[in-house]
């Protein structure tokens, strides 16, 4: 019996550091600091690009790492983030490393409540503030498109599938009344239940490296368009 006391109590004091520790670095800003602090500033010529994200562009970092390696493509995906948190790091891990072009890929844990509830407009908003810092930073904005879900595995119910249509008429329309490129990779990916293509993910929200290989030609595309816009 003594045994088990002290296991849930050592138990229950992991939770405790474990809460404490998000609630005091919310937006994961200690994630890439030593690896920003590493990198430091492009060298001369160099057309940085920041991926900025969740899971998915953490993912597409470690299934599919020849897509950034030998480039100046950065990866500042964290798995499970939403908006708000990425706007709070967005100058940490986007600005301060003075890209060229920053690639926003985010919204889906948002509308899965992974921080609380949010509706499209705050999605959007936040959306729309990382895109308008990165302009007055003289950063080339790409705005991707929510990839296509039909219901998320972690938080089942939720029907997301016409939200996040909603959700990218917003963006691209925001992309296209402000000159920033409309990156759209839903278009490519949903099947006929406005869900992933199960040829490409493993859990009809993440993609695996088939699905990644239908992203990085349109990323590709998308990045060049954005650097020869004046």
């Given at each position: 019996m003594e045994n088990l006391k002290l296991g849930l109590l050592t138990l229950?004091?992991?939770?405790?550091?474990?809460?404490l520790s998000y609630?005091?670095?919310?937006?994961?800003?200690?994630?890439?600091?030593?690896?920003?602090?590493?990198?430091?500033?492009?060298?001369?010529?160099?057309?940085?690009?920041?991926?900025?994200?969740?899971?998915?562009?953490?993912?597409?970092?470690?299934?599919?790492?020849?897509?950034?390696?030998?480039?100046?493509?950065?990866?500042?995906?964290?798995?499970?983030?939403?908006?708000?948190q990425m706007l709070v790091r967005f100058r940490a891990d986007v600005i301060k490393l003075k890209p060229a072009v920053v690639v926003i890929l985010a919204g889906t844990n948002d509308i899965a409540g992974n921080t609380g509830p949010s509706t499209l407009?705050?999605?959007?908003?936040?959306?729309?503030?990382?895109?308008?810092?990165?302009?007055?930073?003289?950063?080339?904005?790409?705005?991707?498109?929510?990839?296509?879900?039909?219901?998320?595995?972690?938080?089942?119910?939720?029907?997301?599938?016409?939200?996040?249509?909603?959700?990218?008429?917003?963006?691209?329309?925001?992309a296209d009344?402000?000159?920033?490129?409309?990156?759209?990779?839903?278009s490519s990916m949903v099947d006929e239940r406005k869900g992933m293509k199960a040829e490409y993910s493993p859990d009809g929200v993440h993609p695996n490296e088939v699905g990644y290989k239908v992203m990085a030609p349109l990323a590709e595309k998308a990045i060049k368009r954005a650097l020869m816009q004046k």
């Amino acid at each position: 019996m003594e045994n088990l006391k002290l296991g849930l109590l050592t138990l229950l004091f992991v939770m405790f550091i474990g809460e404490l520790s998000y609630a005091q670095d919310w937006p994961n800003l200690n994630r890439f600091k030593a690896e920003n602090e590493k990198l430091g500033l492009p060298a001369p010529g160099e057309k940085r690009v920041v991926f900025m994200g969740n899971s998915i562009t953490e993912g597409w970092g470690r299934i599919c790492p020849e897509f950034f390696s030998g480039k100046p493509y950065v990866n500042r995906g964290i798995s499970g983030q939403t908006t708000p948190q990425m706007l709070v790091r967005f100058r940490a891990d986007v600005i301060k490393l003075k890209p060229a072009v920053v690639v926003i890929l985010a919204g889906t844990n948002d509308i899965a409540g992974n921080t609380g509830p949010s509706t499209l407009e705050m999605i959007a908003d936040n959306l729309m503030s990382m895109a308008e810092l990165a302009k007055a930073n003289g950063i080339k904005v790409v705005l991707s498109s929510v990839l296509p879900v039909f219901d998320y595995p972690w938080k089942p119910g939720l029907q997301p599938a016409e939200k996040i249509v909603a959700l990218n008429a917003m963006i691209k329309n925001y992309a296209d009344k402000n000159k920033l490129v409309y990156l759209d990779y839903y278009s490519s990916m949903v099947d006929e239940r406005k869900g992933m293509k199960a040829e490409y993910s493993p859990d009809g929200v993440h993609p695996n490296e088939v699905g990644y290989k239908v992203m990085a030609p349109l990323a590709e595309k998308a990045i060049k368009r954005a650097l020869m816009q004046k």
